[in-house]
Every structure is written in structure tokens, then in C-alpha cells.
């Protein structure tokens, strides 16, 4: 189906280990984004992406890893989970930097222990 | 620091009326600003925008206004609608750089 998926949607990981958040899109847009969403602090960007294998930091980009070595996948990697880390991540895309309306997909509720 | 501020967690109103989300910003560069709509376990959806060059924007039933002197902006509804119940975002940005967005308002549209 045509839109932007994530994966896996839940995921329960302990502290220290590595965890990859996988995000697709099946647009051709060329920017992608990582959000988290905290209770109090709405939706913040972690990283950007303008285009494959370029890719920019956000407001909270500490702990967290990108790549992009395909326009249509954004992966986001969580080099060693730490408990703030728990919290519902969404991805989107967008066609253009000007074109500001974002589509985001349906989110990934991670819980660090 | 939150640059872009929902003071109201939550808002109840009745089907048939008006519901008036607002919105408020510190950075007076920002020129671009969105409202998304978020359903439980889905991720948010594009609502309306609109400009700094705009005071008004309409869509619909939905109406976006922006007073810039105050760094405010409103998002009304008007007639609310039971499927109208999600929490409502508002996000702002100056041209070419990242959006802020806010803590969300909780929009209940009783029956």
C-alpha cells in the first residue's frame, strides 16, 4: 500500500541495547524527519533528511543515529537505549522543504526498562 | 524552552457548537504555521495552514486565525462534530527551518 509505514509499532528493549526503528515511504519524497512525542513537550525533531546520504540533526538528536542509503527508507538507531528514551516516535516525509505539510506515519511506542 | 505553546491540555464542547483551539509563540521569525489533528494510535494529520502574510485562513469547517502583534493563533471549528474528538497540534516555523510544535490540545465534541 501506498503511504509511510513504521516498524515494528511496539517494541520493549532494555537499557543498553541497541534498537533500530525502521521507517518507509512509499512516495519518492525527499525529506524525511524523526519525531519523538513526550507527554508535556508535544512532538520534537530528533533528525532530518533532505535526501539520500544527506541527513541533519533536530532539536534532540543525542543517542540517536541516522541513515539514509535509499530516498524511501529512515531508519533511526538507538545506539544504547537509556530509559528517556521510552516514547512514541513518528516518522514522516514531506515532498519538498517548501512544501511544509509533513506525512507522518503511524508511530512506534518504545519502552526502555 | 517551548517556543510554541498549547496552555489548555484539554477542551470539552458540545456537538453543533463552536470549538476554538489556540495556540501561542515566543520566536517572531516564525512565518509558517500548521495544525495537525491526532487520532489515539495513529500519527498525525495534515489540518490547514497558514501564513504570516495571512491573517485568516479557511477550510471547511475549520478556520485558522493569526494576530501576529500578539504571536497567537486560533483554530476554530465550527459545528463541532463527535468525529471532531482528537488531540489537535499546532506547529510553527521560520522559512527553511525546522517546525516547533506544540504540547497538544485534547479536543472532546460531546453528543
Known amino acids: 500500500d501506498a503511504g509511510i509505514t513504521q516498524s515494528p509499532r511496539y517494541k520493549i528493549t532494555e537499557t543498553g541495547r541497541q534498537v533500530t526503528l525502521m521507517c518507509h515511504q512509499t512516495w519518492s519524497h525527499s525529506y524525511m524527519f524523526w519525531y519523538r512525542q513526550d507527554l508535556g513537550h508535544g512532538l520534537r525533531l530528533i533528525y532530518y533528511?533532505?535526501?539520500?546520504?544527506?541527513?541533519d540533526k533536530g532539536e534532540v538528536p543525542d543517542g540517536y543515529v541516522v541513515s539514509r542509503s535509499k530516498t524511501e527508507n529512515f531508519p533511526l538507531t538507538l545506539e544504547s537505549a537509556t530509559r528517556s528514551q521510552t516514547s512514541v516516535y513518528f516518522c514522516?516525509?514531506?515532498?519538498?522543504?517548501?512544501?511544509?505539510?509533513?506525512?507522518f506515519g503511524p508511530g512506534t511506542r518504545l519502552t526502555v526498562t | 524552552d517551548q517556543q510554541v505553546k498549547q496552555n489548555s491540555p484539554s477542551l470539552s464542547v458540545q456537538e453543533g457548537r463552536i470549538s476554538i483551539l489556540n495556540c501561542d509563540y515566543t520566536n517572531s521569525m516564525f512565518d509558517y504555521f500548521l495544525w495537525y489533528k491526532k487520532y489515539p494510535a495513529e500519527g498525525p494529520t495534515f489540518l490547514i495552514s497558514?501564513?504570516?502574510?495571512?491573517d485568516k485562513n479557511e477550510d471547511g469547517r475549520f478556520t485558522v486565525f493569526l494576530n501576529k502583534s500578539a504571536k497567537h493563533l486560533s483554530l476554530h471549528i465550527v459545528p463541532s462534530q463527535p468525529g471532531d474528538s482528537a488531540v489537535y497540534f499546532c506547529?510553527?516555523?521560520?522559512?527553511?527551518?525546522?517546525?516547533?510544535f506544540g504540547t497538544g490540545t485534547s479536543l472532546t465534541v460531546i453528543p
Open positions: 533528511s533532505a535526501a539520500a546520504d544527506i541527513t
Open positions: 506547529a510553527a516555523s521560520d522559512t527553511g527551518n525546522q517546525f516547533y
Open positions: 497558514i501564513s504570516s502574510i495571512k
Open positions: 514522516a516525509s514531506s515532498e519538498s522543504w517548501a512544501i511544509y505539510e509533513q506525512y
